[in-house]
């Protein structure tokens, strides 16, 4: 069934996107609406019958197909159960380029301060300071930035970075900070064990712990972790970024420890994305194309990770109707698609037909998640 409808959503976004490149499929001479779509779509009525009439003889098929499977399933007592996949976020290391990150100057003064300052919120031995925000704002990029910092580096004896991501899994963790402190992770499965072992490692040692982009609300996984980490010198500080202030909270942090970060100014949007946009152009090129690179910039709603995205794609677009295209896209108007998402989109129209065939989409709305699976193109 997958299949089918995956026919018929490639079908009309195949018509679109040759649309927009001046190549359309067919002259649209009447527009129908298709109720299957989460949104309305159109596609032109040439050819459209004979694609509506094989697509309902695929689907009729099918149905006595699945007629005929769930027949044998209530035959056999067979039960179905749903897993569901956990989705591979991408690592973070604790390297940055400061000469590429625009408007976090204040947020990285006031970080500095909380990490050097011995008034920082102090939970039972334990003192730990927060950045949250959501996803895109540069969360990473900030304690990247403090975590390198020179009077950052010179205070603490230990400086650890684990990027934590989902799911939350403590001995895991522990082996990776132990990792970094002895240079080489321990042949150790047994979380006790491990729990004595970091004990040894951070005793009565001033330490920096990092733990990027951590996503679990369960109290017990933290305690496990927290404490064996209680046994550093005064002035230890672990770092949490999460997209979720109830995790903060739950850490340990409060309101004087927390860093809630907020969306760039439109002006350090065009920054970082006219530094990789106009990367190796040509003076008149940039001249030529600035007026609606401010434009395209405009729309990331202060997200840096989107203006990178934006920046990227444009890198390869040397014309100026190219990058109208992208500024006028339908894509922008789109009621359908998160906000953020729009930029992967376009991203995505720039891969080759086969490179198309394997990508997925995601999108996270509130606490549902509704997947659009591309699967192939219409030859």
């Not at 005793?203 to 972790?225: C, G």
Request: net charge positive; aromatic share 8%.
């Amino acid at each position: 069934m997958d299949n089918v409808l995956d026919e018929w959503k490639t079908a009309i976004l195949k018509y679109k996107i040759g649309k927009e490149e001046g190549e359309a499929l067919v002259r649209p001479k009447k527009e129908v609406f298709f109720p299957m779509l989460s949104s309305c779509f159109c596609f032109p009525k040439v050819n459209q019958l004979g694609l509506r009439r094989d697509i309902a003889h695929k689907i009729k098929v099918l149905n006595k197909e699945l007629d005929r499977i769930s027949k044998e399933k209530d035959k056999y007592n067979l039960n179905t159960t749903t897993v569901e996949q956990p989705v591979e976020r991408q690592k973070t290391t604790s390297f940055v380029d400061e000469t590429e990150t625009y408007g976090r100057d204040e947020d990285k003064m006031k970080l500095v301060s909380k990490l050097l300052s011995e008034s920082s919120h102090h939970l039972q031995g334990l003192q730990l300071i927060s950045i949250v925000g959501m996803g895109g704002l540069g969360k990473t990029t900030l304690a990247q930035l403090a975590y390198n910092d020179k009077k950052v580096k010179d205070h603490f004896e230990e400086r650890i970075w684990v990027c934590v991501s989902d799911p939350f899994e403590e001995t895991k963790i522990v082996r990776a900070i132990i990792e970094a402190i002895e240079g080489k992770a321990p042949e150790i499965n047994e979380l006790e064990t491990l729990a004595q072992h970091l004990r040894k490692c951070i005793e009565r040692k001033r330490f920096l712990l990092v733990l990027d982009d951590v996503w679990t609300k369960n109290n017990l996984k933290w305690e496990q972790l927290k404490q064996p980490l209680r046994y550093g010198a005064a002035g230890s500080r672990v770092l949490v970024t999460t997209r979720k202030k109830e995790v903060a909270v739950m850490m340990g942090a409060n309101d004087e420890s927390t860093i809630v970060l907020e969306e760039l100014s439109e002006e350090h949007c065009w920054l970082v994305f006219k530094r990789l946009a106009f990367w190796e152009k040509k003076e008149h090129e940039v001249e030529r194309l600035t007026e609606i690179g401010i434009k395209i910039a405009s729309k990331c709603r202060g997200l840096p990770l989107v203006a990178k995205i934006l920046g990227g794609l444009m890198l390869s677009k040397n014309t100026k109707n190219q990058w109208e295209e992208v500024l006028y896209s339908e894509l922008w108007n789109s009621k359908d698609i998160e906000e953020i998402f729009t930029p992967f989109l376009l991203s995505y129209y720039d891969l080759s037909a086969k490179e198309k065939r394997c990508v997925k989409f995601r999108r996270v709305k509130e606490k549902k998640r509704i997947c659009l699976y591309i699967s192939q193109w219409l030859q």
